[in-house]
C-alpha cells in the first residue's frame, strides 16, 4: 500500500459526460502529479501541484482541469469526454516539489462509451 | 519543453539473460528516478540517481546516470520471471517529472 488513494477504481461513462477524478496524497506530502496511462502506453505528464498551487502542465486537454485542496487532496475533472480519454488515470504524491520519490495510487480506470 | 526518450520500447529474454534499458533526456536533469510497474499495477519507486555519473546497485539491479546528466541506464543481470514489468525512467527538470515511454520486459522461463 503506497498510501495514496485514488477513487474510484472504475468509472464508466459516456461520451460528452464529465467526470471527477479524486486523489488523496500520502500523509504529509505536499505533491500531487496526475498522470494519464493509455491502454500498454507510458505515463503522459498532466499536471502537478504543490501545497495547493499549480507548479507544472504537461500535455493537459483544455477540456480537462485539476486542483489542490486546502487539506492537499486533489481532484481531476474531465469534461466533454471522448472515446479517446479512456485510459488509467494515475495519481502520484511526493513530500517536495523535486528531487523526492513519489508514490503512486492504483489509479482509475476510465471508460467511455 | 523536457522530453525523455527511452528505449527500446518492448523486450523479450530467456530467463537467465541480461536485460538493458535506456533514458534519455533533452535536456540536463537535475535527478532521474527509476520505477517499475507490474501487469495490473501502478508504478513503484525504484531509485534515484542525483550525481554525475553516479552508478548505484540493487542485487542484481545496476543503474547508472551519465555525465553530462541527460542519460541513464538500467542493466539487469540474470533475468527471472519476477522481473516481468515495465520499467519507466522518470527525469526531473525544475519542478516536473516526466517519463520516458517505458520498456516493457518479458521473460520466457
Known amino acids: 500500500d503506497s498510501g495514496v488513494t485514488q477513487t474510484p477504481k472504475h468509472l464508466i461513462t459516456a461520451t460528452g459526460q464529465r467526470v471527477t477524478l479524486r486523489c488523496s496524497p500520502r500523509?504529509?506530502?505536499?505533491?500531487v502529479y496526475w498522470y494519464q496511462q493509455s491502454l500498454d502506453q507510458g505515463l503522459q505528464f498532466l499536471i502537478q501541484y504543490y501545497n495547493g498551487e499549480e507548479r507544472a502542465k504537461g500535455n493537459i486537454l483544455e477540456r480537462f482541469s485539476a486542483q489542490q485542496f486546502p487539506d492537499l487532496h486533489s481532484e481531476l475533472n474531465l469534461s466533454s469526454l471522448e472515446l479517446g480519454d479512456s485510459a488509467l488515470y494515475f495519481c502520484?504524491?511526493?513530500?517536495?516539489?523535486?528531487?523526492?520519490?513519489?508514490?503512486f495510487g492504483q489509479g482509475t480506470r476510465l471508460t467511455v462509451v | 519543453g523536457q522530453q525523455v526518450m527511452q528505449i527500446p520500447q518492448y523486450q523479450h529474454v530467456q530467463e537467465g539473460e541480461d536485460f538493458t534499458t535506456y533514458c534519455n533526456s533533452s535536456?540536463?536533469?537535475?535527478?532521474i528516478q527509476w520505477y517499475k510497474q507490474r501487469p495490473g499495477g501502478h508504478p513503484v519507486f525504484l531509485i534515484q540517481l542525483v550525481k554525475s555519473g553516479e552508478v548505484k546497485k540493487q542485487k542484481r539491479l545496476t543503474f547508472q546516470f551519465g555525465e553530462a546528466k541527460k542519460n541513464s541506464s538500467l542493466h539487469i543481470t540474470a533475468t527471472q520471471t519476477t522481473d516481468v514489468g515495465t520499467y519507466f525512467c522518470a527525469g526531473r527538470d525544475n519542478n516536473d517529472m516526466r517519463f520516458g515511454a517505458g520498456t516493457r520486459l518479458t521473460v520466457k522461463p
Open positions: 502520484a504524491s511526493s513530500f517536495g516539489s523535486r528531487g523526492t520519490e513519489a508514490f
Open positions: 500523509s504529509g506530502d505536499l505533491s
Open positions: 535536456t540536463t536533469l537535475s535527478n
